[in-house]
T-cell receptor, first 115, second 112 residues
């Protein structure tokens, strides 16, 4: 069974640029959630996708967008990067669907630095 | 608005002793509470959970206690081992959202 993988591991971008982060879900999982973890803080929910549809969003501006593909892999896109976007971005997959307490399996994260 | 709070940034415990990690919450609508453990350069891994209708759940060395009237939960690790040294996150979830709300984390150091 393949776990959750994320790419790239690290990324450095300049303010105003755009970035795409990628996540491959664990086999058999149809739900993916994205989290932002700032230094010294807990992960904050960005949004969740279930079967290619957005299914809930946290307090993040529209310049944070996502996609989920038919194979349930996912992308997080961030436009017009700001310095405060520097963080660890985590994705988590689960088989819980729209509602569920099924365990979320996290990837190792992508460390984004905006200069 | 921090709905889940871990007020102790760090905790140091001697090997073999009990580790107690605390968490407070404000939203009485949470259905489940979870604890995650995170090692450096890895994603959080699920440790143990408890339903809001229970007051205790035990799994091996790990026990979670829930006090709904105080909106407080705690994770007990007995006996603590050096391999338990990690950042521990408390999280809460409502079933109809599937959204995990995390606390800030507590760094546990277990000294040999």
């Amino acid at each position: 069974e393949t776990g959750v993988t994320q790419s790239p591991t690290h990324l450095i971008k300049t303010r105003g640029q755009q970035v795409t982060l990628r996540c491959s879900s664990q086999s058999g999982h149809n739900t993916v959630s994205w989290y932002q973890q700032a230094l010294g803080q807990g992960p904050q929910f960005i949004f969740q996708y279930y079967r290619e549809e957005e299914n809930g969003r946290g307090n993040f501006p529209p310049r944070f967008s996502g996609l989920q593909f038919p194979n349930y892999s996912s992308e997080l896109n961030v436009n017009a990067l700001e310095l405060d976007d520097s963080a660890l971005y985590l994705c988590a997959s689960s088989s819980g669907g729209i509602a569920g307490i099924d365990e979320q399996y996290f990837g190792p994260g992508t460390r984004l630095t905006v200069t | 608005d921090q709905q889940v709070k871990q007020n102790s940034p760090s905790l140091s415990v001697q090997e073999g002793r009990i580790s107690i990690l605390n968490c407070d919450y404000t939203n009485s609508m949470f259905d489940y509470f979870l604890w995650y453990k995170k090692y450096p350069a890895e994603g959080p891994t699920f440790l143990i959970s408890i339903s809001s209708i229970k007051d205790k759940n035990e799994d091996g060395r790990f026990t979670v206690f829930l006090n709904k009237s105080a909106k407080h939960l705690s994770l007990h690790i007995v006996p603590s081992q050096p391999g338990d040294s990690a950042v521990y996150f408390c999280a809460a979830i409502t079933i109809n959202t599937g959204k995990l709300i995390f606390g800030q984390g507590t760094t546990l150091q277990v000294k040999p």
